[in-house]
């Protein structure tokens, strides 16, 4: 039986996100498996790491101390020794080698690749897209300046950092005068709608800048197309890949908040988690619309070289239909399971392939020579390094 | 291997290992703390019966696991038997260390040991020959509480309805309750009160202003049902069917069928119901008897009928009278006990329109063949009180009517004696006809027979094996699609593990 260690937590605005997509489905779905020996490694909002097989429950994080409790039990730390281990230090301690680890972190020091250069490093298999992905799609304004690279549409964009606003302000509305009414204002590597504003007039734009530079160093601001079609669509896999149905959240705002995201209720869709209450599965756009988002869905993939899992966000002008690329995200909020139930996946079946798909590309990247030969220590002292 | 697969029934190798390892820990766990606990759980599982008991306790592997479905419920009788228990142990420990340091002769280190090593088996001894005093002196006492309550009945002015059978009881019981609750004042006794002792404190907790009583008379051994129907006097009577639920007691189906129709002996001929669709009833029946079928009971005649999650939809029929009735009990099989209900509510002077409405507030009982709504459009039929063979039949051919991704989950049926090897295989064969898409099986001493069957019957499906029900369920809720139906039949108590 192998050893799984469910990452999730962390220092995030969406932390508590992260431990909904841990539980349903991933760590439910292994446990169910009987496959694994499944343990749950929770990093809090300050950043300390624990190791527990309570925290297998999602119970445990509704308990009104579960923190008082936590704060009572060992911290873990990671061993990169043959491997990655867990280590509970102290008089008994104990070490736990870990076979593959399943992060399940969203937004910054998790999602964004951090986590994945750390298991990197630990040379160990691990679930989803690598670091370069995971780097690229957290961001959001590079992420456009990639995918326009390879001829793909964006909306017209501005994007400046929390310096650049305190010393180029003028400047840069000017820049941001130049696009067209509505916009938004987004901050740049934040997920689950956080910090986001939709602007419709001037006097409201410098507000929602300055709002959203309170949660990031860098913002970015966009046009807002309308009438709008918003469609996402969710994909696995390395070199084959999957998709499953495009997505058409549906609207009960203006934009789609984090409460609609991940608290609002209501019988649509059904499903337990997130992301089962607000949104049409299979979009309701026409075959033909179709095809086109999950063939350039795929190309996105491809483009920013996402692997295991992620989710591309299309903006489509509903009277021209014209298709723009606007982000991806390499941990989608419990892994969209909702969707691709309904294109025939089950819970236990996306997981196990996901696991499959992380040992897939640990076994590939193992022909990678990362290591080379060579004398040039000897030659330090030599007559070129003299001169 | 598919990725919900978890294992296929061990092999038999390394078989002396394996029963060396079972071996100690059988002994080991004994000497567990928790085996008092154990030994009292059993006792209350098995019924306090001393022979279900000791055969159940040879099989157990673990004592410190014997509570795997249940938990030991603390009646007043469990928690005395436990203190009991531990009060022995108490002493054979105080015994030990009194003779260690009183050490005469080396016989007494012997002694001492002898003691500590075999506490658990005098503890267990203890626990049986309280129970059995305990029978003793209850004996005279629950006599009394019977004749006292045999006594109340014989004056109550109401109608008196008596069920047997070896399975259908409880719906027959429901189903008659609720249809002559439209025009009659019926009382019924709870959940399983089918023993003397129960339906004796349910007599006593009677108004007397009830029009009509209802009464299921449980059977294990032949004689039963006599001693219960001598009690409750019946003027009407129902048997539900006859088949091989507790053939493990009865050894023959002819001792099941003579003991089920021990109530033919206290009821007027055309006033005893016989269930026409289970054979064996049927063959027992007099021409006299009232049949019930889904094609209908009595004069009533069931036509055009429809069935689904919603529930049984159906006309019935007599001498120009037509009722149109909607039940929310699941599968056409339902359909005969239903007609049956409607003939004694009409033979009881209930009017069409009291039928119909009685037939309409008819829904499916807990735990057998209902229909729930899991997250994600699923169905789960639950069907895990239901655990006999013409259950699991019925079971089978209400899931292959319905639309869907169909799963069958069972753990097989418990108390099929020398046959159950053939009502296994039999079902496995039935399940292959049907076209049931995917069988799930937990791993116990019968399932495998479901295999063969299914083999047998050239299953075309996906089977999957699950260690017990706990795992399966969760497995099953991390595989389930929308549109799914997953019908779980019957349950494994732990008596049986």
Not at chain 1, 227 to 251: K, M, Q, S
Not at chain 1, 295 to 315: M, Q
Not at chain 2, 18 to 31: P, Q
């Amino acid at each position: 039986m192998k050893t799984i260690a469910v990452i999730f937590g962390g220092r995030s605005a969406e932390h508590d996100v992260s431990i909904i997509t841990a539980h349903i489905p991933i760590i439910d779905s292994l446990l169910a498996s009987g496959k694994f020996d499944v343990w749950p490694v929770y990093i809090t909002k300050d950043g300390s790491w624990y190791a527990d097989k309570a925290m297998n429950d999602l119970s445990f994080f509704k308990q009104p101390e579960w923190e008082e409790r936590l704060v009572k039990w060992k911290k873990v730390q990671l061993s990169f020794d043959n491997g990655l281990k867990l280590v509970w230090p102290g008089l008994t301690s104990k070490k736990l080698a870990i076979d593959v680890v399943f992060p399940s972190m969203h937004g910054t020091l998790g999602e964004d690749g951090s986590l994945m250069g750390l298991l990197r490093m630990a040379n160990v298999p691990f679930v989803g897209c690598d670091i370069f992905a995971s780097a690229v799609a957290m961001d959001k304004v590079l992420t456009k300046q990639v995918v326009t690279a390879e001829g793909l549409s964006v909306v017209p964009y501005v994007w400046f950092t929390r310096t650049q606003w305190a010393t180029k302000r003028q400047e840069l509305l000017a820049a941001v005068r130049k696009l067209r009414m509505p916009l938004f204002v987004k901050p740049v590597h934040l997920g689950s709608s956080i910090g986001i504003a939709k602007v419709k007039n001037p006097v409201e734009l410098e507000n929602a800048i300055e709002v959203a530079l309170r949660y990031d160093e860098k913002i970015l601001i966009e046009e807002a197309i309308e009438p709008l079609i918003e469609v996402t669509l969710p994909i696995i896999g390395n070199d084959e890949v999957r998709t499953a149905e495009c997505e058409r959240p549906l609207n009960r705002t203006e934009f789609f908040d984090f409460k609609d995201k991940y608290l609002s209720g209501g019988k649509k869709g059904g499903g337990s988690g997130v992301n089962n209450a607000y949104s049409e599965v299979p979009a309701d756009i026409g075959e033909e619309l179709t095809q086109q988002v999950k063939e350039l869905g795929v190309k996105v993939y491809r483009t920013l070289g996402c692997t295991g899992i992620a989710r591309v966000d299309f903006l489509i002008h509903a009277d021209t239909k014209k298709i723009y690329v606007n982000e991806v995200n390499t941990l989608p909020g419990s892994l969209y399971h909702h969707n691709w139930k309904k294109a025939g996946v089950s819970n236990m079946e996306l997981v196990l392939e996901l696991v499959r798909l992380a040992e897939e590309r640990f076994a590939a990247q193992k022909d990678t020579t990362y290591a080379f030969k060579s004398d040039i220590l000897n030659k330090v002292g030599g007559p070129k390094f003299q001169e | 291997m598919t990725p919900l697969e978890i294992a296929r029934p061990r092999p038999s190798g390394r078989a002396s290992a394996g029963a060396i390892s079972n071996g100690v820990t059988r002994w080991l766990s004994r000497r567990h703390p928790r085996y008092i606990r154990s030994l009292v759980y059993m006792l209350q599982a098995s019924e306090y019966n001393i022979g279900d008991f000791f055969r159940w306790h040879e099989r157990v592997r673990d004592f410190r696991s014997v509570e795997k479905r249940k938990q030991l419920v603390f009646s007043a009788k469990a928690t005395a038997l436990l203190v009991f228990g531990w009060v022995v142990l108490l002493f054979m420990l105080i015994g030990a260390v009194i003779i260690f340091l009183s050490v005469s002769s080396p016989w007494n280190y012997v002694l001492s040991a002898l003691l500590l090593l075999e506490a658990p088996l005098v503890v267990m001894v203890g626990l049986l020959l309280a129970v059995a005093s305990v029978r003793v002196i209850q004996g005279p006492f629950e006599r009394f509480i019977v004749a006292c309550a045999k006594k109340r009945l014989a004056e109550h002015r109401g109608v008196k309805i008596a069920i047997a059978g070896s399975f259908g009881k409880t719906s027959m019981r429901e189903v008659l309750k609720t249809v002559l609750s439209e025009g009659k004042k019926v009382a019924a006794p709870p959940d399983s009160y089918n023993t003397p002792l129960s339906i004796a404190r349910f007599v006593r907790g009677l108004k007397g202003d009830e029009d009509v009583l209802i009464f299921e008379l449980g059977e294990y051994y032949p004689g039963d049902v006599r001693a219960l129907a001598r009690a409750v006097q019946p003027t009407w009577g129902f048997v539900t069917g006859v088949n091989e639920a507790h053939l493990e007691k009865f050894k023959t189906l002819e001792r099941t069928t003579g003991t089920i129709f021990e109530l033919a002996e206290f009821v007027d001929a055309s006033r005893l119901y016989v269930n026409g669709e289970s054979a064996l009833a049927r063959s027992r029946a007099k021409s006299s008897n009232v049949l019930y079928t889904r094609e209908g009971a009595g004069d009533w005649r069931i036509e055009n009928p429809e069935t689904g999650l919603l529930g049984t939809t159906f006309m019935l029929t007599k001498n120009g009278a037509m009722v149109r009735a909607h039940s929310g009990l699941c599968g056409l099989h339902s359909l005969g006990v239903l007609a049956a209900a409607a003939d004694i509510a009409s033979r009881l002077g209930l009017t069409n329109a009291e039928i119909e409405r009685g037939l309409a507030r008819t829904k499916p009982f807990a735990h057998r063949l209902e229909p729930k709504q899991w997250p994600d459009k699923v169905t789960f039929i639950d069907d895990s009180y239901n655990g006999n063979p013409d259950g699991a039949r019925a079971a089978i051919e209400f899931l292959s009517s319905l639309q869907g991704r169909r799963w069958y989950v069972t753990p097989g049926l418990v108390e099929g004696g020398a046959r159950a090897k053939d009502i296994h295989e039999e079902i496995g064969r039935t399940l292959a006809a049907a076209g049931i898409e995917k069988v799930a099986l937990i791993r116990t001493s019968v399932a495998h027979h479901i295999e063969a069957g299914l083999n047998e019957g050239g299953f075309n499906g996906e089977m999957l094996w699950y260690s017990d029900m706990p795992a399966c369920l969760a497995a099953l809720r991390a595989s389930a699609l929308p549109g799914d139906i997953i019908l779980v039949q019957n349950d494994w108590p732990d008596q049986y593990a």
